[in-house]
Structures are given as C-alpha cells and as structure tokens.
C-alpha cells in the first residue's frame, strides 16, 4: 500500500501544508515549473534549503532518503509539500505525465547526486489478461474414448472431475487425475483417451490471453488446491449467464485460476532427503492408507483410526503426508469426502441430507459448511448450478 506524505512516516523528510501560509508567501518569488514523465531515475537532488513543492498535474511520487546508503521511501504528493533541508529528493510521474510547482526562498540549486543503481516505478498492471472466452463445458467420457488430436490457435485449460485422461502434447504423454489440470497453448498439437476400464469427466474452456510469460503454464501437470477449485466452481456457476454480469465474473474466475497457477509455480517447498529405501517403504505404506481412505471414505474415518490400521503414530502419519502430499492426513480425508460429495450431487440421485450421511458427517450443517469453506458455495447452491 503507498503512504501519501501526510502520513506520519513523511515526517522524518519533511511536513504538508494546506497552502503557503502569509509568513512564507515570500518563497513563491523563486518558483519553476517542472513536467515529468519518467518512470526511474539514477540520480537524487540534495536540498540545500527547505523545498516547497506542489502537483498540479497528474499523479506524483516522491523519493526520499537521508543518506544514500539507505533504502529510499516513496510516498504518493498529497497536499502542499516541504521538503527538509538536507534530504535527498526526486520525483517520479505515476501517470503518463505530471506537472510540478517548485518554490525555494533562495533560489539554490540542489545538488545532484549518482544511485547506486536506479530507482524504477512499478506500476501496478496485471501480468496476464483474459481477453475472451471461446467456448466451455462439461463432458463425461466414456471408456476407450479416443481423440485423435487437433491444433488451434487459442489456449485451451482442461481440469479433471473425476478418472483420469490421457493426453499427449507434441509427443509427450500426461495421465491427469481428480483435480489435476493441464493447459494446451497455441499452436500446441494435443490428443485426448481414457483407459478401458473407467470413465472421466472433465471441464474444457478454449479462451484467449495476453500473458508475459506463456511457458509458464505449458506442459506441465496442476495440482489444483481449494483457492483453484473454488473458482473453477464459481465459473460453473456463473456460465448458468442469469445476471448481465455473469460473463464479467466468468472472465474475472478463469484469471484467478490463471493466477492461482502462476503463483503456485513459484513456490517452493523444502524436501527431507531420504534414503531411496526409506522413499519406497514410505510409498508403499502411503499408497496402502490412500487405497484404504478411498475404500472406506463412505464410512466415518479419523487419523486415530489410520494410527491404528497401519501401527504408525500420529506424528509418524504427519509428516508422511506433509512430505509426500504437502496436506494433513485429517485434511485430506475432508477433501476426498467434500469431492465425493459433489460428485453425489451431481448425480442427482440424492438430497444433500443423504449424501451427508453418506459421506460421514455428522450433521448436515456441519456438512454445509465445510462444504462452503471448500468450495465457495453452499451444497444447495452447486445442486441448482447443475440443474438444467
């Protein structure tokens, strides 16, 4: 957030006043007018005398330092300024261009002096911009489904709902599963199968963007965490178009899944090495909890539960999840369940009072809830998202 100097912070530099009081009107006899429009500077004024100043045009900010080897404060020109004598000064135009008044009472000239390296403005502007959505939807494939591939000049976001696609992109292939997405890029040739013995939904959107830097969404396999599934969740919502302004949020959650992305790209997570005989032990046992969490994930199920089923303590269970999936075993039994249950949903077979039993919660507001906190929408609203 910029400080504007009248903020208490300013003091140090200097003081803001209203207008040039009678005392001081002398000063106005020594004023320049100054147009600025650059967005760094390499050098820094020196104020050999108090310096009045005041914008009259566009949007300024000021540089200010006590010493050069110091960090440099910014603050946004409110009101009328004076600058100390003895600070180091200049000025940068937030807008295109901007237009000083500079008043001194004895017309000095204020020494120049080099950065160490120049101070750039950086201008708050999105990095990636959705300029349009093509087309979206929903499909259910069944088994041996098979698309032999095509190119386009658009991008192209497909997230898995539930089984897993095979994709092949300029002939390196990708299984994507239950919450796992992938973005074709332009001019990207891709096919698409599914296994013989499942079948996969998935959500599809072909749209076209403006981004800084495009490789860092292309071939890779997403994870996608709740923030990436509560949007994608909002958009399902809003391609429902009700609201003259639905097309608006769609445009606003498919960039917030964008960004959710790129930001995930840039995290780092830090891994304890371990012996490769130690990896496999821990991913044999880490597979044999996962396949008896999703056989039992109809049934009330705790960690306490999972300590005893495969004689591990409860920090032993912790950080097996923590290393390996980066989420608590308590979480991810929540998120399997929370997934089931929108699945159940969707299949319209049920109420939701049903399907929170089903799924093992105790009560259907207790259900709602985390529901909600998951996925940004309560059980009843994602039910009438999906009626037709």
């Keep these: 957030m910029y400080l504007k100097t009248t903020s208490i912070n300013f003091l140090k530099y200097g003081t803001t006043l209203s207008e040039i009081t ?20 390499s050098k ?6 108090d310096v009045y100043f005041r914008v009259n045009d566009g949007i300024v900010l000021l540089l200010c330092t006590n010493s050069l080897n110091e960090t440099i404060d910014s603050f946004v ?3 009328i300024v004076c600058i100390k004598k003895g600070v180091y000064y200049n000025f940068i135009s937030i807008t295109d261009t901007s237009n000083l008044e500079l008043s001194t009472l004895n017309s000095t000239l204020d020494e120049e002096h080099d950065l160490f390296e120049p101070y ?3 201008p708050i502007v999105s990095k990636l911009k959705v300029k349009e959505i093509y ?38 292939e990708y299984a994507l599963k239950n919450n796992e997405l ?14 013989a013995d499942e079948t996969t939904s998935y959500i599809t959107v072909i749209f076209d963007m403006d981004i800084d830097n495009p490789d860092s969404l292309k071939d890779r396999i997403f994870k996608s965490g709740s923030a990436v599934r509560s949007h994608v969740d909002d958009f399902l919502k809003n391609t429902l178009r009700e609201d003259e302004y639905d097309d608006d949020l769609m445009v606003a959650n498919l960039q917030m899944i964008l960004i959710e992305l790129l930001r995930s790209n840039r995290s780092k997570t830090t891994n ?13 046992i880490l597979d044999g909890i996962l396949n008896y969490i999703q056989e039992n994930i109809y049934n009330p199920l ?43 949903i969707k299949q319209n077979n049920y109420t939701i009072s049903e399907i929170a039993v089903m799924c093992g919660f105790s009560t259907i507001h207790y259900f709602s809830r985390k529901f909600k906190e998951e996925f940004g929408i309560t059980p009843s609203d994602y039910a009438k998202s999906y009626m037709r």
């Design 22 to 41: 009678p005392r001081k009107k002398h000063i106005r006899n020594n004023t320049i007018s100054k147009d600025i429009s650059s967005k760094s500077v």
């Design 302 to 344: 705790t960690v306490e539960d999972l300590c005893r089923k495969f004689s591990l303590s409860r920090s032993s269970l912790q950080l097996l999840f923590k290393n390996s999936l980066n989420v608590p075993p308590k979480q991810y039994i929540s998120n399997l369940k929370l997934t089931k249950s929108k699945e159940l």
């Design 44 to 49: 820094m004024y020196l104020a050999k005398e």
């Design 135 to 172: 087309s979206y939807y929903y499909v259910i494939r069944s088994t041996d489904y098979n698309f032999p591939g095509e190119t386009h000049d658009h991008w192209e976001l497909t997230m898995i709902n539930d089984g897993t696609l095979h994709t092949v992109i300029e002939d390196k």
């Design 77 to 79: 020109v409110h009101k």
């Design 272 to 284: 304890i090495a371990i012996t490769p005989v130690q990896q496999k032990f821990d991913s044999e």
């Design 182 to 195: 992938i973005l074709y890029a332009p001019g990207q040739f891709h096919t698409q199968y599914t296994s």
């Design 120 to 122: 750039t403005y950086r």
